[in-house]
């Protein structure tokens, strides 16, 4: 059986959901193969030839795919899909953005979000927020799935010998047009690659207060993420939220800083390795799946924290 | 303009989740049901769009049970002008209801299809994307801006990492995300008016489509849980912790 794993990255280098990916891949018996598709692409090749676990790799280098565009690398993937019993992608806004459109050509009813390979037919994907767990077979004979990268281990990148075969890109469909691009620059790690995560919610009480967990992020190199409700009061962007409807991440270390714990916020980082909560409210959820709690006012123990660190 | 809202009838927010006792599926019973929250921004924005003077009609529709009328009652009372309920007593999954919207659209020919970018029972976020692939509809997913530009649809989207906008050539699918906007309540006169609009029932197999499911849900568990830990007194010892027991910051 063969495995196409679509590879996302920036045209620059891959994204570390990528490598996440084709761990899951090698969860199936088969052989693997990589797709990177893109425009001057030539380093995200070079990086993909170490990736362990992959076989293949299959490029294709066009301007028509430099902002990866759905429409067009949909049409890319099905003119190459029929080779393949399973197409894979994060489930990152790339994969979420990319797959459903291939599987609707292909007639096939994807399966997202898997954090689990349980045979060559059935998965375990979390549903109601994370709430539960449901483990689905897919009768399909073709199986499209996204993965949760936080489920699945990096691929390591000791791979030696991994030949690249360039295809043709299928002609635009110019119904869509990419205008712009705003992508939060930040000295900080990346949300879902940090190592620890400093997290704010409600309690922060405004958007000013969240400098209270910026020094604490840049003394510890976490990144700092919210809670919806942090996002909704307007405090930070979107891009900054954790939780089913934001980002999943899964660090070394998890600290969040007056957020409840409901019950969408948890699914989003309840995978940390430790948990630390401080929160003024000791009946606070959160503190049900914290290691270590502190019940504590925010206002006075983020200033002692940071003088301890 | 004539804009399209599917929306879904879901389990409320609010209400805690858990497995049935032999572990086939999830225990709805007796669970309160609203509209799916990513669905009333979709509505919510239509609504705008028509109020700004941009469309002239607004049409909710969903696929699911008779019990579904209640949601686009609601629909209705938020301001779409009419609605439609593709009736199936199965519940059915993405690929299917894309079929029964597909259909849908080819009758109504709307210009612009808002719906949510995902419904908050299987968290799947595939029906607008499917729908447009079927379509050959260009696609705007995770939408936190929609902006109506002649014959142009500019969105901006919530990327991983910062925001993205697109233009897309009418028609056009647009799927919301959080921000895009604050729904409205309804109000009681508004409730009022919704039992007199007009709301139409179809029989899906009626529209002659393959709705049968392509998956197998095997069965339905809790996540592993997690134990509590322990309280702290102080930032001290929480930081003397933190060095030497779970030894995550040095």
Do not use: W
Not at chain 1, 112 to 140: H, L, M, Q, W
Not at chain 2, 174 to 191: C, G, K, M
């Amino acid at each position: 059986m063969s495995i196409l794993v679509i590879a996302e990255h920036d045209n620059s280098s891959l994204k570390g959901a990528t490598l996440n990916t084709v761990t899951a891949a090698t969860c199936l018996n088969g052989e693997v193969t990589l797709l990177v598709a893109g425009s001057n692409i030539s380093t995200v090749l070079d990086e993909a030839k170490k990736i362990s676990g992959i076989s293949n790799i299959i490029s294709c280098d066009d301007e028509l795919y430099k902002n990866f565009l759905a429409e067009d690398l949909t049409n890319l993937v099905i003119s190459i899909a029929d080779a393949y019993s399973y197409i894979l992608t994060p489930a990152t806004t790339f994969g979420k953005n990319l797959l459903p459109r291939v599987s609707a050509k292909l007639d096939v009813q994807q399966i997202s979000d898997i954090i689990s390979v349980e045979s060559e037919d059935t998965f375990k994907r979390p549903i109601y927020a994370g709430s539960c767990i449901a483990t689905v077979k897919s009768n399909d004979s073709k199986k499209l799935i996204t993965v949760r990268s936080t489920a699945f281990d990096a691929a390591p990148m000791d791979n030696t010998d991994v030949s690249v075969e360039s295809i043709d890109s299928v002609i635009g469909t110019n119904i869509s047009e990419f205008v712009g691009e705003e992508i939060a620059k930040s000295d900080r790690p990346e949300l879902t690659a940090a190592n620890i995560v400093v997290s704010g919610g409600r309690g922060m009480q405004s958007g000013d207060n969240f400098h209270l967990l910026d020094s604490i992020a840049d003394k510890l190199g976490a990144a700092v993420g919210a809670s919806r409700a942090a996002v909704d009061a307007g405090f930070v962007p979107n891009d900054y939220q954790v939780g089913q409807t934001g980002k999943i991440v899964a660090p070394d270390l998890y600290i969040a800083v007056g957020i409840s714990g409901a019950i969408q916020h948890l699914a989003g980082m309840k995978d940390s390795k430790v948990i630390v909560a401080i929160n003024k409210d000791e009946d606070a959820p959160i503190f049900q799946v914290a290691d270590y709690g502190l019940v504590a006012d925010l206002f006075e123990a983020l200033p002692a924290l940071n003088a301890q660190l | 303009m004539k804009i399209l809202v599917p929306l879904k009838r879901v389990v409320d927010y609010n209400v805690k989740v858990r497995p049935l006792p032999d572990n086939s599926n999830v225990d709805l019973n007796n669970a309160k049901m609203s509209v799916n929250p990513f669905c009333e921004i979709a509505l919510e924005e239509a609504v705008r769009i028509k109020e700004a003077g941009n469309a002239e009609e607004v049409i909710a529709v969903t696929v699911g049970k008779t019990e579904s009328q209640e949601q686009l009652r609601t629909a209705l009372a938020l301001g779409a002008d009419r609605a439609i309920l593709i009736e199936s007593d199965l519940l059915l999954e993405p690929l299917a209801i894309s079929k029964v919207l597909a259909k849908v659209v080819e009758q109504e020919s709307p210009d612009l299809i808002i719906l949510g970018k995902q419904a908050i029972d299987g968290d799947n976020n595939q029906t607008g994307q499917m729908l447009a692939s079927m379509l050959d509809y260009p696609q705007a997913t995770n939408a936190s801006e929609v902006n109506l530009e002649g014959d142009k649809v500019k969105v901006t989207r919530e990327i991983d990492g910062g925001l993205q906008t697109l233009q897309l050539n009418k028609p056009a699918i647009v799927t919301t995300d959080l921000r895009l906007n604050e729904p409205r309540y309804a109000s009681l006169p508004n409730i009022m008016k919704a039992k007199k609009k007009e709301l139409t029932v179809i029989n899906v197999s009626d529209l002659g489509i393959d709705v049968n499911p392509r998956t197998e849900l095997l069965s339905v568990e809790l996540p592993p849980s997690r134990d509590a830990g322990i309280i702290v007194e102080s930032v001290d010892e929480l930081v003397e912790k933190l060095k030497n027991e779970a030894k995550v910051i040095t």
